[in-house]
Nanobody
Framework: QVQLVESGGGLVQAGGSLRLSCVASGLPFGFSSYTMGWFRQAPGKEREFVAAIMWSGGSTTYTDSVKGRFTISRDNAKNTVFLQMNSLKPEDTAVYAC????????????????WGQGTQVTVSS
């Protein structure tokens, strides 16, 4: 049974920081075979891609609105992907979900094989 379990969300003031974590278990062929990413969905809006880190080579991609503020990283030994979020803005408020895509690029919902349940991030002004 595949599980992606997020943690680290919460309430923070604008300008603050949070670090999200996602621990994966049960992935067929192992965690290191998956590109891992983060998506977010704000109330009344569609889910959007935030960041991804490739299964091979570890290259990263970000949506424009978080470049320079968010950093995605992974620890294959611990089956964990992180999202360090700095200089948070009220518009970053959303449910953040972890996603896994088997051996391919990850930039949209269509690429995702497995989803986490999400963690709430709220940024107050």
């Amino acid at each position: 049974q595949v599980q992606l379990v997020e943690s680290g969300g919460g309430l923070v003031q604008a300008g603050g920081s949070l670090r999200l974590s996602c621990v994966a278990s049960g992935l067929p062929f192992g965690f290191s075979s998956y590109t891992m990413g983060w998506f977010r969905q704000a109330p009344g809006k569609e889910r959007e891609f935030v960041a991804a880190i490739m299964w091979s080579g570890g290259s990263t991609t970000y949506t424009d609105s978080v470049k320079g503020r968010f950093t995605i990283s992974r620890d294959n030994a611990k089956n964990t992907v992180f999202l360090q979020m700095n200089s948070l803005k009220p518009e970053d408020t959303a449910v953040y979900a972890c996603a896994a895509a088997f051996a391919r690029r990850l930039s949209s919902d269509y690429d995702v094989n497995y989803w986490g349940q999400g963690t709430q991030v709220t940024v107050s002004s």
